[in-house]
Nanobody, 117 residues
Framework: QVQLIESGGGLVQAGGSLRLSCAAS????????MAWYRQAPGKEREFVAV???????GYTDSVKGRYTISRDNAKNTVYLQMNSLKPEDTAIYYC???????????WGQGTQVTVSS
């Protein structure tokens, strides 16, 4: 069982930047595919970025070139650096973990990101 706690959300103007953190406890993040999802008002939760246990990364098209996902093994933490933010990025951002080769998902509580125009 891995526990996830997100932080770093807030209110920023369009064009600004934020860095979200997902601190994991109970298990090493190196054994999990670590991902960020987001959910905007009135919309379904959508995939944003993944840092796989092997180090491979992936992004949804709408954030490519603006977001960077990274992993700090010493801190057992995954980050999401968000640059050139747009109002469309406004959402609650959730951290997700899936054990390598597994199917069960573990979720954090979410952190609010609001981008004003």
């Amino acid at each position: 069982q891995v526990q996830l706690i997100e932080s770093g959300g807030g209110l920023v103007q369009a064009g600004g930047s934020l860095r979200l953190s997902c601190a994991a406890s109970g298990r090493t993040v190196r054994s999990y595919d670590m991902a960020w999802y987001r959910q905007a008002p009135g919309k379904e939760r959508e995939f944003v970025a993944v840092f796989r246990w092997s180090g491979i990364t992936g992004y949804t098209d709408s954030v490519k070139g603006r977001y960077t996902i990274s992993r700090d093994n010493a801190k057992n933490t995954v980050y999401l650096q968000m640059n050139s933010l747009k109002p469309e990025d406004t959402a609650i951002y959730y951290c997700n973990a899936r054990y390598r080769g597994g199917q069960d998902d573990f979720w954090g509580q979410g952190t609010q990101v609001t981008v004003s125009s």
